[in-house]
């Protein structure tokens, strides 16, 4: 979804689609049409050297976004995690049950942590693979 919209960003920046801004394809199609074939070639290279650096980029804001996401989603989910064990040790007024619950709840929360930093991860690299 960040993806996207930045894509749609910098695509309407640029004046092309965010799927070529994606993909990285016929960015520099109308320069290099404009004008003579020497020049064509330099103009095309140029352009499509400076619009990889833009596209990779604004891949990095994306992965740089996602991760901050992901902390801040993590960090409410161990404050979640926090209210519950403590409404349980006060439910239960076990120490017992409510360090279990406790050992549990992080166990999860890390686990999840992992899994969506590899998620995003992965989604980054096949993205930046694409291009």
């Known amino acids: 979804m960040a993806t996207r919209f930045f894509s749609r960003v910098l695509g309407k ?3 092309r689609t965010h799927r ?7 960015i520099d199609s109308s320069s290099s049409s404009s004008s003579s074939s020497s020049s064509s070639s330099s103009s095309s290279s140029s352009s499509s050297s400076s619009v990889v650096v833009v596209v990779v980029a604004a891949k990095v804001v994306v992965v740089v976004v996602a ?3 992901v902390v801040v989603v993590a960090a409410k989910v161990v404050v979640v995690a926090v209210v519950v064990v403590v409404v349980v040790q006060i ?3 076990r120490a017992a049950a409510a360090t279990v619950v406790l050992a549990v709840v992080v166990v999860v929360v890390v686990v999840v942590v992992v899994v969506v930093v590899v998620v995003v991860i992965v989604n980054s690299s096949s993205c930046s693979s694409s291009s």
């Open 13 to 15: 920046l640029l004046g």
């Open 20 to 26: 070529d801004v994606l993909i990285g394809y016929n």
């Open 67 to 69: 991760a901050k996401v």
């Open 91 to 93: 439910v239960v007024a």
